[in-house]
T-cell receptor
Framework: KNEVEQSPQNLTAQEGEFITINCSYS?????LHWLQQHPGGGIVSLFMLSSGKKKHGRLIATINIQEKHSSLHITASHPRDSAVYIC???????????FGKGTKLSVKP | EAQVTQNPRYLITVTGKKLTVTCSQNMNHEYMSWYRQDPGLGLRQIYY???????DKGDVPEGYKVSRKEKRNFPLILESPSPNQTSLYFCASTTATNYGYTFGSGTRLTVV
């Protein structure tokens, strides 16, 4: 069983839709990261969460430590949001970043 | 500009020919790490370093070496590359304090 599970694996949406990507993990963590990887391959860090909720523009990330679950929401989705979104957890002292397999999002105009 | 610089971006090499992929950061980060990304497997950690002269294995260290002689540099060395090391490689850095990661642009390696 993977330590970090993401759902869905693939997601197709129409422009303007509200999108939710989920991440569940089974290990103790110090922080959870949401990353974005565009078709060109580069990886950008979107959020780092250790509790609660963060918002940046149309993106919102939440985490529930007790339930070991995080969600990434995109409001008013746009074709430029098309990318792979990756959840990763960091145990802190162990120095190990563990990744989910990613969610491929495609937003159609 | 704060960044992690990887070189080269693309590399095609032959089996057994030693190569080094360089990684340098200008943010004075303590923590640096290497990952490989393969279809269906996602990103996996190869090696990481918590500070100068402190390195440790990640999930898939076989066939790789690293060194951390200076804080800014963390090269990945393939002493005898094999075709199963064909992959997309990323270097990343962070401080232990704020946990925010910065990734390099990636190196696409093909071993024939």
């Amino acid at each position: 069983k993977n330590e970090v599970e993401q759902s869905p694996q693939n997601l197709t949406a129409q422009e303007g839709e509200f999108i939710t990507i989920n991440c569940s993990y089974s290990v103790g963590i110090s922080a959870l990261h949401w990353l974005q990887q565009h078709p060109g391959g580069g990886i950008v860090s979107l959020f780092m969460l250790s509790s609660g909720k963060k918002k940046h523009g149309r993106l919102i990330a939440t985490i529930n430590i007790q339930e070991k679950h995080s969600s990434l929401h995109i409001t008013a989705s746009h074709p430029r949001d098309s990318a792979v979104y990756i959840c990763a957890v960091w145990g802190g002292s162990q120095g190990n970043l563990i990744f989910g397999k990613g969610t491929k999002l495609s937003v159609k105009p | 500009e704060a960044q992690v610089t990887q070189n080269p971006r693309y590399l095609i090499t032959v089996t057994g020919k030693k190569l080094t992929v360089t990684c340098s950061q200008n943010m004075n980060h303590e923590y640096m790490s290497w990952y490989r990304q393969d279809p269906g497997l996602g990103l996996r950690q190869i090696y990481y370093s918590m500070n100068v002269e402190v390195t440790d294995k990640g999930d898939v260290p076989e066939g790789y070496k690293v060194s951390r002689k200076e804080k800014r540099n963390f090269p990945l060395i393939l002493e005898s590359p094999s075709p199963n090391q064909t992959s997309l490689y990323f270097c990343a850095s962070t401080t232990a304090t704020n946990y925010g990661y910065t990734f390099g642009s990636g190196t696409r390696l093909t071993v024939v």
